[in-house]
Structures are given as structure tokens and as C-alpha cells.
């Protein structure tokens, strides 16, 4: 009878373990399926809702410009600039984010409070980097769940659930984990591109000290602790040794047409 018990507790034993050790891997890379069918199908769906609402820019002014910067960005950094759509929409929310299937959004209200070059480059080398580690599905999953967005992308998800997906991708703060990887890839990829890496510091500093700044300043409201983060970046760049002599890429008169964008 012992010897039963014994083996019956031994055995619960072995199954909680192998449980928790389940729980803890992240199956969405072992099978890689964040890149591929998840991720992608996710991405479709979003757009597909996103796009229906919103008045993109397409003017060359501006457009041209920012595909500029972002090549200069992800060359620099061996990021293959195709598999990056950049979206410019219209809007008064000052934000910029990025959503599943490699999608960059910036809206032209984030464009009008940038100083200069490098605070915008600061914020688009950041929602790279949120592309490039992950972290978008990362979000999600955490946010809604894995058997939920499954279940989205075989449509048995209705149209609160999509709702949510929405609410989600374009308002709801990521982790400080991943904000801080974010944060620090992002002056590794602005180093490595002769870019200002005080850009994103900069811009976290400045803009809660704007005059007037409207209530709608999503891209503070979903990236929380600014000055806190505007001083751990500044330490990174003080202790990586980097002082070389940035410049910035754009001309005066394309920074000036891009600024004017409202």
C-alpha cells in the first residue's frame, strides 16, 4: 500500500513538473509560429479593420522622407527594409505604434511635436524595435490570449473580441520588461546608424513639457514612466563610450516639409 502511495505521489509529481515546465516555454518560437501563420493572419485581420477608418498620407513630402530615415535605420542594423510597411495617417492623436505582420504606424500629430531628426528617429527606431524582438504578439498574447487569437483567425471570434484586438494593439501599454529592451535596442540601432542616440530621450523629456499639449498624447499614455526612462537611456549612452559626431540625414528644406505635414 506504501509502496502504491508512493508511486502515485512520485507520479503527480513528475506530471506537475513537466506542467510547469510547458508552461514556462514560449511555443510561439519553438515553432516559430510568431513569424509565420499566427502573426501574419493576426496582421491581415487588423488591417483589414484598421484600414477601413483611418486617411492615410501619401504625399511625397512626406512619405519619401520617412522612408528615408527608416531605410538609413535598417540598414544599418541588417533589418530588411521591405518586410517593414510604413503607414502615415492623419490624425491628432500624437502616436506611433506597430501591430502583427511587421506594420509601422505613425500619425502626422507625433510628426508636429518632433523637435528634430532625432527625436523621430528615437521613436521609429523604438517600434522597430518592438517589431524586431517580438514584442507585438508578445503583448497580445498576454493581453487576449493565444487560444483567442487562434480562434480569431478561424473567424469564430466575434465583434467584441476583434474590438478588443484593436484596444489592444493601438492603446494598451506594453510591460516595463519589454519597454526597456525596446529602449535599449533602440540606441543600439540609432549607434550604429551615426543617429542621435539621445533621440527617444529626448523626445520622452520634451513633449510632457509642451504648452497646451492636448489630453489625447497616446504615445506618453502607452509608453509610462518617461522621465525615468529619459534618464536610463541617457546612462546606457554615457557608458556605451559613444561619442561620434552624428548628422542628421535629411536636408533642411525635407525636415521642414516634413514638419508642416498637419
Not at 528615437?122 to 487576449?144: N, R
Request: net charge negative; hydrophobic share 40%.
Amino acid at each position: 500500500m506504501k509502496k502504491l502511495l508512493y508511486q502515485s505521489l512520485v507520479s503527480i509529481l513528475i506530471f506537475v513538473s513537466v506542467l510547469f515546465a510547458f508552461s514556462r516555454v514560449d511555443w510561439l518560437s519553438v515553432f516559430h509560429l510568431r513569424e509565420t501563420i499566427i502573426e501574419e493572419k493576426i496582421g491581415e485581420l487588423y488591417w483589414d479593420l484598421f484600414s477601413k477608418t483611418q486617411t492615410f498620407v501619401e504625399e511625397e513630402r512626406i512619405v519619401v522622407p520617412l522612408d528615408t530615415l527608416l531605410s538609413a535605420l535598417c540598414r544599418a542594423n541588417d533589418i530588411s527594409r521591405d518586410k517593414i510597411k510604413l503607414h502615415v495617417i492623419e490624425s491628432e492623436e500624437v502616436n506611433a505604434f506597430a501591430f502583427p505582420g511587421n506594420h509601422l504606424v505613425i500619425y502626422t500629430s507625433l510628426l508636429s511635436q518632433c523637435k528634430d531628426e532625432g527625436e523621430l528617429c528615437g521613436v521609429m527606431a523604438h517600434e522597430i524595435a518592438h517589431i524586431e524582438k517580438g514584442h507585438v504578439m508578445d503583448k497580445l498574447v498576454k493581453e487576449i490570449g493565444l487560444s483567442t487569437l487562434v480562434a480569431m483567425i478561424g473567424g469564430s471570434q466575434g465583434a467584441e473580441a476583434l474590438g478588443q484586438l484593436v484596444q489592444v494593439l493601438s492603446s494598451t501599454a506594453y510591460s516595463r520588461t519589454l519597454e526597456r529592451e525596446a529602449d535599449k535596442t533602440a540606441v543600439r540601432y540609432l549607434m550604429k546608424a551615426g543617429m542621435n542616440p539621445r533621440g527617444l530621450a529626448e523626445f520622452l523629456h520634451n513633449l510632457p513639457q509642451e504648452i497646451n499639449l492636448p489630453d489625447f498624447t497616446e504615445w506618453i499614455s502607452t509608453h509610462p514612466d518617461s522621465e525615468e526612462r529619459y534618464k536610463v537611456i541617457n546612462e546606457i549612452v554615457d557608458k556605451s563610450g559613444y561619442y561620434t559626431d552624428y548628422h542628421d540625414i535629411l536636408t533642411k528644406e525635407e525636415w521642414e516639409g516634413l514638419k508642416k505635414s498637419e
